[in-house]
């Protein structure tokens, strides 16, 4: 996964640009958009609006199917790729000690065709999210921060999220996240630098898949650029 995001020059609007490959199996999926956005100014606060639009494709390599029937009319073989449009859309309210957010992901719902494979078909469902998190500052070296996380489909249950980050000596994020009874999260997150950040971030199952996964492991790092000297 790779994000930019950079406000224009000397006005409320803002850009971005997102690049995601993923594989899974028999299916490897890549989106790519560009984000356009817009921050209202309130005496304490801010809303950001933003509107994402870009391309979904999603590949299914038929050979690596196993049948246990070798004549099952699915059995083809084939490889097949599906491109279709992706549109999301966001709010973002904040003020220096809470946040709310909500999104919806792919809101014009599409659908994926491989006729090479069967005529199969598979929906990408919209996708809803809310959010928000509240910042209690304890003292000058430890703040704490609740979050909640909501997310919401059609055809499945609300998954839930809920977290408990602290701050330490303004340079370093702890934090523990329970999903849904299902799943444990534990965060790391270092302000290595002014401009520089790293994280470590590790998933533990709670329900059935703990008998054949160990969790999962996810490494990220940010850079904040500035293009122009701040006098402010």
């Known amino acids: 996964t790779v994000s930019v995001h950079s406000k224009f020059k000397h006005n409320n ?41 870009g391309v979904f494709n999603s590949k299914v390599d038929g050979s690596k199917f196993t049948f246990r029937n070798p004549t099952d009319y699915l059995n083809l073989g084939a490889s097949q790729s599906s491109l279709v449009p992706n549109f999301d859309f966001g709010l973002y309210y904040y003020a220096p000690n809470y946040y709310l957010g909500l999104t919806v992901n792919h809101f014009v719902g599409q659908k994926l065709r491989y006729n090479k494979l069967g005529g199969v078909v598979m929906e990408i469902e919209p996708l809803l999210m809310l959010s928000g998190g509240y910042v209690f500052e304890i003292n000058n ?37 329970v999903r849904n009874k299902s799943a444990l999260n534990f965060l790391l997150d270092v302000n290595i630098t002014d401009f520089m950040r790293i994280g470590y971030s590790y998933d533990f199952f709670l329900n059935k898949i703990s008998s054949s996964s160990n969790g999962v492991h996810e490494i990220f790092v940010g850079f904040e650029l500035k293009t122009k000297k701040d006098n402010s």
């Open 13 to 53: 609007l803002a850009w971005g640009f997102n690049l995601n490959n993923d594989k899974l199996g028999a299916t490897s999926n890549l989106f790519a958009g560009f984000t356009a956005g817009y921050h209202l100014q309130f005496k304490n606060s801010k809303l950001s609006i933003a509107m994402r639009a």
């Open 141 to 177: 070296k430890l703040s704490l921060k609740p979050t909640f996380l909501l997310k919401k489909t059609a055809e499945f249950e609300a998954n839930l999220d809920i977290g408990l980050n602290a701050f330490l000596f303004k340079k370093v994020w702890f934090g523990i996240n």
